[in-house]
């Protein structure tokens, strides 16, 4: 599936912080593969203390990213973890259309 930066971003701050090995593990391997290239920095033109600006972010061209079933089952249990708690923002909403 396509992914751009501000999905990634937020899908990164979404994923768990804990949780039993394969978890822990599976998310090391999802932040590995959802980090912002240097490549793609570049492109952007981000320099060090430089403020996000939401809209090049949202231009920036997308990735093309592969989840396996475990990786996606993660990503559902995180963002439903956060629909239970009623935290979910209008930010979330791309990524449930993703994943859920």
């Known amino acids: ?20 090995i394969v978890t822990v593990r599976v998310v090391r391997e999802l932040r590995e593969k959802l980090e912002i290239a240097a490549d793609e920095i570049a492109a952007l033109g981000w320099k060090s203390g430089d403020p996000i600006n939401s809209k090049t972010l949202e231009a920036a061209e997308k990735k ?26 209008e930010e979330h909403i791309s990524l449930w259309d993703m994943f859920c």
Not at 1 to 20: A, S
Not at 73 to 87: C, H, P, S, T, V
């Open 64 to 89: 093309e990213l592969e989840f396996g079933k475990v990786e996606q089952g993660i990503i559902k249990n995180a963002l439903g973890n956060l629909d239970k708690e009623k935290k979910l923002t």
């Open 1 to 20: 599936m396509e992914m751009g930066v501000m999905d990634r971003l937020i899908l990164l701050n979404t994923l768990p912080k804990q949780g039993d």
